[in-house]
Nanobody
C-alpha cells in the first residue's frame, strides 16, 4: 500500500507560479513511477507530467516549458513546479503512483494509487 497526499494548491493570478507537493508513505517508494494529473470542471482527467524511478521526466504538450517535475527520494516527495500559469491550468491536481521494474518508464495509465487532489485556481 502506498498513500499519497498532495498540497500546495491555491489561488494565483495569471502568469504566477505555484509548487505542488506529493508526499508518499507506506510501501517501497523507490519502485514507483509518479504522475501528476489534473481535472478541470466539466472535463476529463488528463496526465500533466510524470517521473520515472530514475528521474526521467515527461510532460504534456500544454505544460512543456512551464512545468517542472522532480522527486526527492529521501523525502518521498514529488514536486510539480508550475510557472507562467494560465486560467486554463485551473483544475484539481492529483498525483498517482504505479509500481514498475523499468527505471526509464513513467505512466499515465493503470495508476495504482491516487491522492485526493489539491485545487489550483488561476485568475485572469
Amino acid at each position: 500500500q502506498l498513500q499519497l497526499v498532495e498540497s500546495g494548491g491555491g489561488l494565483v493570478q495569471s502568469g504566477g507560479s505555484l509548487t505542488l507537493s506529493c508526499v508518499a508513505s507506506g510501501a517501497d517508494w523507490f519502485d514507483y513511477a509518479i504522475g501528476w494529473f489534473r481535472q478541470a470542471p466539466g472535463k476529463e482527467r488528463e496526465g500533466v507530467s510524470c517521473i520515472t524511478t530514475s528521474h526521467g521526466v515527461d510532460y504534456a504538450g500544454s505544460v512543456k516549458g512551464r512545468f517542472t517535475i522532480s522527486r526527492d527520494n529521501a523525502k518521498k516527495t514529488v514536486y510539480l513546479q508550475m510557472n507562467s500559469l494560465k486560467p486554463e491550468d485551473t483544475a484539481v491536481y492529483y498525483c498517482a503512483a504505479r509500481h514498475t521494474i523499468w527505471p526509464g518508464v513513467c505512466y499515465y495509465t493503470d495508476m495504482e494509487y491516487w491522492g485526493k487532489g489539491t485545487l489550483v485556481t488561476v485568475s485572469s
